[in-house]
């Protein structure tokens, strides 16, 4: 019932992308997001197209996989561009009734769902090549610059790493639940909203009494294995940087440049393309 | 009332066990006042097979009728059939949520739809019959021991007044005095009534004494479905699949082996006693036992 939740799908195949540090992936993934808002012409939207397609064909994986991230954020999408296609003044190329839609309107409903897939294919190339050890890895040490000013950057990347663990296990443990208060009786998906928020009382108190005990037994166990925080704690498996690490940022800073460019050199093509829409209409 | 399965087979599709066929081809009968046990290795599909009595799971092909109607059927409510078909899960006690455990033990008939003081009269009548004392219904649930909370889970199920129970490894993570006492319970009861009792196990020695039908499954296909005695004479073939039959049985076959004359339908160790003592005959008096 409740295993169609997928979270960290990391993809596992064995490509350039996959090997690279995470600390280069991060930074990539920031500098992917910094790109995709400063896209506002042809040329920049081409560019930062070009360079998310190598990134994906680098990873070897298969591009279905990235657009499935797309389906959980599909309503807001939608929403969102129907607010702008409708509630944008401006030329108006179509209308019935009150309902009135522009150029302006379209071009900003297109922008936005550009952005917003782009942004989600950026952030995959990230989860689906990096196992979430190796991510939070990546923070910890990636951030920790951050340890000077007081912030406790190993417990939080250790408590990340825990909640991503539990994660699976976590749902396993309440799909068995739903399972065994079905076999009782009880319904999940009948009755008015309040039936069913109540219906998921027998199935929240044993999870969290299980993830409680869970938590404890886990600390103990750290406890006996002299767990005590960040401290002179070593790694099995130091990140260090490797030759392909230091290109990749070379070529993450260099596309970003081009992009930079493309949009304060390029003049805004948004106007031309209206005078070519008018010019058809 | 029979649960009867045609060619059922199960793939998950789903989560981390996607592409496992946990059940091929299973045929089988169910019917009224059995007392079976389902036994296999762990991952042999034993929990899958019973998950698809009452409809939890959903067959990835072949048919499972109820009383005749196939449960996939439209209109045929997978509610109703789990008012008839009680499963107990394995580790039943993580699923107490209640206040008290007399409440807990209402969900079910609750669920039901049956009126309040039926719900009283069904709860009370289960709680006995698995032992729990009447000091305990205002109790929390949480604050009972491992066996009890095991008990207050099972007496869950059973207020619903099932026509089959199954428990999916009742005795799991009990100590032997507990293990021994659930199933005394469950023998008790399935003395007093005639609903059909599944027992689900990996191990041999815990079911054999009490069952009449044995099920033993092998990676997702039912190895055999006979009586107990029937099935422990193959004890190469169990052995194959990860099993053994239980300790009497290879001292019985030794002792054969060894050129006694003594029976092989033996499945406790006090009818061994006998049957040892018999064939060794007037060379021991059995009154020194």
Do not use: W
Not at chain 1, 80 to 97: C, K, L, P, Q
Not at chain 1, 105 to 116: E, P
Not at chain 1, 160 to 187: H, N, V, W, Y
Not at chain 1, 221 to 250: H, I, Q, W
């Amino acid at each position: 019932m409740l295993r169609d939740i997928t979270l960290g799908q990391y993809y596992q195949t064995e490509s350039v992308i996959h090997r690279l540090d995470p600390r280069v992936k991060l930074f990539g993934t920031v500098i992917c997001m910094i790109c995709v808002f400063m896209m506002n012409n042809g040329l920049t939207f081409a560019l930062l197209t070009l360079y998310i397609f190598m990134a994906i064909k680098l990873s070897k994986v298969p591009v279905s996989f990235m657009f499935r991230g797309l389906k959980s954020i599909a309503l807001l999408m939608v929403l969102s561009a129907g607010f702008n296609i409708f509630m944008t003044e401006g030329d108006v190329i179509f209308s019935v009734g009150v309902i009135h839609i522009t150029i302006q309107g379209v071009m900003l409903a297109l922008k936005i769902i550009v952005r917003l897939t782009y942004i989600v294919m950026g952030t995959s190339v990230l989860t689906l090549t990096t196992t979430p050890n190796r991510l939070t890895d990546g923070l910890e040490k990636g951030l920790g610059f951050l340890k000077k000013i007081r912030v406790p950057v190993h417990e939080l990347a250790m408590m990340m790493s825990i909640a991503l663990r539990f994660i699976p296990i976590l749902t396993e443990e309440a799909d068995r639940i739903m399972k065994a208060q079905a076999a009782r009786g009880a319904c999940f998906d009948e009755g008015k909203f309040i039936d069913r928020a109540k219906a998921l009382v027998p199935v929240l108190v044993p999870l969290f009494v299980a993830a409680f005990k869970r938590a404890g037994d886990l600390a103990l166990a750290m406890e006996a294995r002299c767990y005590n925080g960040g401290e002179g704690r070593t790694k099995m498996y130091p990140l260090e940087y490797t030759k392909a690490d230091r290109v990749s940022y070379f070529v993450i800073i260099a596309a970003a440049a081009s992009v930079t460019a493309a949009r304060f050199l390029m003049p805004d093509m948004t106007g031309f393309v209206y005078d070519l829409l008018s010019l058809i209409t | 009332m029979i649960i009867e399965f045609e060619n059922v087979d199960h793939v998950y599709d789903d989560g981390a066990a996607a592409g496992v066929r946990a059940l091929s081809d299973i045929n089988l009968k169910v019917r009224d006042d059995e007392f079976i046990g389902v036994i296999g290795a762990t991952g042999s599909g034993k929990s899958t097979l019973v998950q698809h009595m009452n409809g939890l799971l959903k067959a990835s092909s072949g048919k499972i009728t109820f009383d005749g109607r196939n449960i996939y059927d439209k209109d045929f409510s997978l509610r109703k059939l789990r008012d008839h078909v009680g499963l107990v899960f394995q580790y039943p006690e993580h699923q107490l949520f209640e206040m008290t455990v007399f409440d807990d033990v209402c969900f079910g008939p609750k669920n039901q739809k049956l009126d309040p003081e039926e719900v009283k009269i069904r709860a009370t009548e289960a709680l006995k019959m698995t032992g729990v004392g009447e000091e305990y219904y205002d109790a929390s649930p949480f604050d009972l021991s491992g066996g009890q909370k095991r008990r207050v889970a099972i007496a869950g199920v059973l207020a619903m007044q099932p026509d089959v129970l199954i428990l999916d490894e009742p005795a799991a993570g009990l100590d032997p005095a507990g293990k021994t006492e659930i199933f005394e319970s469950v023998r008790t009861l399935k003395k007093n009534s005639r609903i059909t009792v599944i027992l689900v196990s990996h191990s041999m020695e815990d079911v054999a004494e009490y069952v009449d039908r044995l099920i033993v499954m092998d990676n997702g296909r039912i190895a055999f479905d006979d009586t107990p005695v029937n099935v422990f004479k193959n004890v190469e073939k169990l052995e194959s699949i990860g099993l053994a039959a239980p300790e009497v049985s290879y001292v019985m076959r030794d002792l054969k082996e060894a050129g006694f004359d003594v029976s092989q339908d033996i499945l406790t160790v006090d009818d061994a006693v006998d049957e040892i003592l018999r064939a060794l005959g007037s060379k021991t008096d059995p009154g020194d036992r």
